[in-house]
């Protein structure tokens, strides 16, 4: 097992290492005059330490900054009456040190596997039977692709070296591939799961190998990847179709126009809570478990399991940190890949269905409710401004005339709705755990969040 913090953990670890070494520093000195010994000795070993208690020696027999809390505590308390001052630092070391091991028990703790000193040996077995061994094999790589260096050992390090070996052929192609598959919908390769015989063949095949060896040469940068395909001419083409593209090129496979697809359903989420400014950017952490619907857990498994959903700011991390379980996932996501397997090309649907969830989950309601509230705390008083601003917060476009007049008519509608029915209005605002402006009307907030839901809900907001 190895410890995996997270960069504010890190940070606080850091801290609290140099409030240690700066408050043992000091505790040694008092010790250094308090227990005098011989150059080389340890505190125990000095005079004035044989009389004291047998813990107090055995504490003493450490540096200050090696001291477990346990033992800081029987010298603090030893001399908490003789040498206030001294116990006093003792005490402030105590408490440093035990909050540096509180934090180290918070550390995510990952499972890590090691070679055994020497290789099993493996047969090929006759129709599968165990006990039918014929000849004896070991771990090699493909013939079709390049060798494994002669004298390296056949282990795993061995195999992931020769893997970003800038000589493997596939690596960087597979890699690319399935980048350039998350911004256009559609690898250059198709089957991006299958690059062998029976794969479908790419539809730029020196594009994807001059994207493959400028990923090699950039040192494997996904993030520079990234750039140099969204900064391209290619990816910042309109995705407006037009007779001729439609006719020529329907699935846009010859990337005669921008790309354009269903958003997967943690990018919808993400998005919601990015646009409504309740999206916690922090990186790294634990899993965390947003709402979801109560039993399901429970139903799942015969009543064994049951979901506790976190509170804060863990409700709000991106949807990379949410918590699955295998046999059934969070209720939230749809389209999703299934966990008993591995699947790299995933359908995107668009379904009713969806709807029920962008329309009326928690998660989805709440940051209706949010976005509205930044609306009505930023914008100006004009119905115009803060509809403009809540569409363009969502769409990264300001609404035309007309489209304007539709936000604005269903304002006044809404508008009419709860002012004849409080009730709705309070109970609109009361969906999620983040807390609401008080200050702000009611009837007004609760108009907002309606129309906060249609822009989330919009065609332009669910797709990219």
Not at 131 to 156: C, D, F, G, H, I
Request: hydrophobic share 40%.
């Amino acid at each position: 097992m190895i410890r995996a913090p997270d960069s504010l953990q890190y940070g606080k670890l850091d801290e609290l290492n140099k409030g240690i070494t700066a408050s043992a520093l000091k505790v040694e000195r008092v010790e250094e005059r308090l227990f005098t010994r011989e150059e080389g000795q340890n505190a125990s070993q000095s005079e004035v330490a044989k009389g004291l208690p047998k813990k107090v020696v055995e504490a003493l027999s450490r540096g200050p900054a090696e001291r477990n809390p346990a033992q800081l505590g029987e010298v603090e308390k030893h001399y908490r009456e003789g040498m206030a001052a001294y116990s006093a630092l003792l005490k402030k070391l105590r408490e440093q040190v035990a909050e540096r091991e509180k934090l180290e028990k918070s550390f995510v703790r990952v499972m890590v596997m090691q070679d055994k000193p020497g290789s099993r040996k493996s047969f090929i077995l006759d129709k599968g039977l165990y006990n039918q061994k014929r000849e004896e094999v070991s771990a090699e790589v493909p013939q079709s692709l390049p060798a494994l260096p002669e004298k390296a050992p056949r282990n795993r390090l061995s195999l992931a070296r020769w893997l970003v070996d800038p000589s493997h052929p596939l690596t960087a192609r597979v890699t690319v591939n399935r980048e350039w598959q998350k911004f256009f919908g559609t690898g250059l390769v198709k089957t991006v799961e299958d690059f062998g015989a029976q794969g479908e063949k790419p539809t730029h095949p020196e594009l994807l190998d001059w994207l493959a060896s400028e990923f090699i040469r950039g040192g494997w940068d996904l993030k520079a990847l990234h750039r140099l395909i969204v900064t391209s001419a290619t990816y910042r083409q309109s995705a407006r179709w037009t007779a001729e593209l439609a006719r020529k090129d329907p699935a846009n496979r010859l990337l005669g126009r921008g790309p354009r697809w269903r958003m997967p359903s943690w990018m919808i989420r993400d998005h919601a809570l990015a646009a409504s400014g309740l999206l916690v950017n922090r990186l790294g952490g634990p899993s965390v478990k947003p709402y979801q619907p109560k039993g399901v857990w429970a139903e799942a498994t015969f009543g064994k399991m049951r979901y506790s959903q976190d509170k804060g700011e863990k409700l709000y991390r991106r949807s990379l940190y949410t918590f699955w379980r295998r046999i059934i996932g969070p209720t939230i996501f749809f389209d999703t890949a299934k966990r008993q397997t591995c699947e790299v090309r995933k359908i995107l649907t668009n379904t009713p269905l969806h709807a029920l969830a962008t329309l009326n989950d928690v998660t989805y309601v709440e940051a209706s409710r949010a976005l509205a509230q930044r609306v009505l705390e930023k914008a100006g008083p004009e119905p115009a401004d803060r509809a403009t601003m809540a569409f363009r917060l969502v769409t990264c476009r300001r609404p035309d005339a007309d489209e304007l007049k539709i936000l604005l008519g269903r304002l006044a509608i809404l508008k009419e709705q709860y002012s004849a029915d409080p009730g709705a209005a309070a109970k609109l605002l009361s969906v999620g755990d983040s807390p609401r402006n008080t200050k702000l009307d009611a009837i007004e907030h609760a108009a907002f969040a309606g129309l906060c839901s249609l822009i989330l809900n919009l065609d332009e907001a669910l797709t990219k």
